[in-house]
């Protein structure tokens, strides 16, 4: 069942309009938009449905934003909803309950033939105008603290490959791509972060270039600060890195400079494409013990894992 304080904002639309609902929205905020759409990373609906619905809720979650409403989007061969419709059922199921745990409106959604399973969200946000978190946010002095574990992606390459520990990666993924960025969210609205973003498609290294070239400053990671899900690193070294993680690597090179020995294995993590990934929060050195304490406190992680320079010749620095 859906809380009452949810089923309030949904109004009369659907009675007019079987394909839209209108949800009433509090006066003097602004609206956060976006939208975002998977493949399955695990073998169940349920958790493929709650980890897609935490992937696209994650970007409102970034900019210091709350969720209010969303609309879901499904894509699926049609010989799976003739044969077995409860895959389906369980992906929409696993949505809802993020959607609930949020207090976001689930305002119906739209389903399309495909050859292959994919699912997502259209999610409305709402925010606070005077305070919005970007990725031009960021000033020299400031420490990067990360709200959850890397290797999503070279994990889920080895759900994919049926390899030896395959169920316990499957595991990981779905307890840290099925966590809501809430509790990093909450944090940018109430210490007021002005630079943040969230980690997924191109891995961590790459949103942290993408964020010092927005704010005109350079970015030095501690690679050997990472927060890793498991073996990653293990499974990195038998290769079973995606495509896309292999990618953000070759695209960033140039831009990177390493001032330590440089570790193929924790360079392919990286630059690992995430799926629902952490937040990467900017924060102002003196305020990083209660940012930390907040975040712990939430059950997120608050790993330091890098800090803001002064722009220099490169944009990413690996130490």
């Known amino acids: 069942m859906m809380p009452q304080d949810l089923e309030n904002r949904v109004l009369a639309g659907r009675a007019h309009n079987e394909d839209a609902v209108v949800v009433s929205c509090p006066a003097g905020v602004a609206l956060v938009q976006t939208v975002d759409i998977l493949a399955p990373v695990v073998n169940d609906g349920l958790s493929f449905g709650r980890i897609a619905a935490c992937n696209a809720l994650s970007d409102v979650y970034a900019m210091g934003g709350k969720p209010w409403s969303a609309m879901s989007i499904a894509c699926f061969p049609e010989d799976m909803a003739q044969n077995e419709p409860e895959v389906l059922q369980d992906v929409l199921k696993g949505a809802l309950q993020a959607m609930v745990e949020a207090q976001c409106v689930s305002a119906g959604g739209h389903t399309v033939r495909d050859n292959e399973m994919k699912f997502g969200l259209a999610v409305t946000g709402i925010i606070d105008p005077s305070h919005i978190a970007t990725n031009a946010g960021l000033r020299p002095g400031q420490s990067l603290l990360l709200t959850k574990p890397l290797g999503t992606g070279i994990l889920s390459t080895a759900v994919k490959a049926n390899w030896e520990g395959a169920q316990a990666c499957e595991a990981l993924i779905r307890k840290w791509a099925g966590r809501l960025n809430r509790v990093g969210g909450e944090a940018i609205a109430r210490f007021r972060l002005s630079g943040a973003t969230d980690i997924t498609g191109f891995g961590l290294g790459g949103h942290a270039l993408e964020m010092a070239r927005a704010s005109c400053v350079s970015i030095e990671i501690a690679i050997h600060s990472l927060p890793l899900m498991g073996e990653v690193v293990e499974y990195a070294s038998e290769g079973l890195v995606p495509g896309g993680s292999i990618n953000n690597k070759l695209y960033c090179a ?64 690996i130490v």
């Open 254 to 317: 140039c831009s990177t400079r390493w001032l330590c020995e440089r570790d193929e294995d924790l360079e392919n993590v990286l630059f690992d494409a995430q799926t629902s990934g952490g937040l990467l929060l900017a924060v102002d050195r003196d305020r990083v013990d209660e940012v930390r304490a907040f975040l712990l406190a939430g059950g997120d992680l608050a790993c330091e894992v890098g800090q803001v320079l002064e722009q220099k010749e490169a944009p990413l620095y």
